[in-house]
């Protein structure tokens, strides 16, 4: 079965400082890996998502993620983090060729400090 | 992307009442979702809505708890019958559009009394 493992349940920054937030999965076959962030009281906006080719993916706000088969990870980064990034983000994993079974990880809650 | 209602935005219910909830697209989808959030937790899929036919559930879930509509390929509801306060979350809908990527509309935030 899939699973989706975000090991920061919370992380406080500086404006200003870069972040990371750290994804690990578990499947069997290539996934297809989403970031969403979630901001207090709105659902879920999509950031970014890697289905093939280039690991280093763009998304919007400024954020990309990178993909390490060999680590099953997708760490979402940004450079230069503003007090609007403040919200909890979502990892999710998926199999090719489907969206439908879609897997979240636990979120880790981004805290940004003026 | 896809652009996603839902309604209401949020309820107060007493228990053992139930709520219907709307999701509205704005373009015909093959595929719409419905998942659960409970408080401090991540998303859990409730069910797929599909269009002419039953819904698909996921395990712990089942149709006279949450029975689903599904009566054209823009619409759904997602109804919590005989609530009780367990059943406090936000529910959110989803679409899958182009390139296998699901869309997710604002959500509904219900609080059972």
């Known amino acids: 079965a899939q699973s989706v493992t975000q090991p920061d349940i919370h992380i406080t920054v500086s404006e200003g400082a870069s972040l990371e937030l750290r994804c690990n999965y578990s499947?069997?076959?290539?996934?297809?890996l989403f970031w969403y962030v979630q901001s207090p009281g709105q659902g879920l906006q999509l950031l970014l998502k890697?289905?093939?080719?280039?690991?280093l993916v763009q998304g919007i706000k400024g954020f990309e993620a990178e993909f390490k088969r060999s680590q099953s990870s997708f760490n979402l980064r940004k450079p230069s983090v503003h007090w609007s990034d403040a919200a909890e983000y979502f990892c999710?994993?998926?199999?090719?060729?489907?969206?439908?079974?879609?897997?979240f990880g636990s979120g880790t809650q981004l805290t940004v400090l003026p | 992307s896809a652009v996603i209602s839902q309604k209401p935005s949020r309820d107060i219910c007493q228990r053992g009442t139930s709520l219907t909830i709307q999701c509205q697209v704005d373009?015909?989808?093959?595929?719409m979702f419905w998942y659960r959030q409970q408080p401090g937790q991540s998303l859990t899929l409730i069910a797929t809505?599909?269009?002419?036919?039953?819904?698909?559930?996921e395990s712990g879930f089942v149709i006279d708890k949450f029975p689903i509509s599904r009566p054209n390929l823009t619409f759904s509801t997602l109804t919590v019958s005989n609530m009780s306060p367990e059943d406090s979350s936000i529910y959110l809908c989803?679409?899958?559009?182009?390139?296998?990527?699901?869309?997710f509309g604002p959500g509904t935030r219900l609080t059972v009394l």
């Open positions: 999710a994993v998926g199999p090719s060729g489907s969206a439908r079974q879609l897997t």
């Open positions: 890697y289905f093939s080719g280039d690991t």
């Open positions: 373009s015909q989808v093959t595929m």
């Open positions: 989803s679409v899958r559009k182009v390139a296998d990527t699901q869309y």
């Open positions: 499947y069997g076959a290539t996934p297809y």
């Open positions: 809505a599909n269009q002419g036919s039953e819904a698909t559930y």
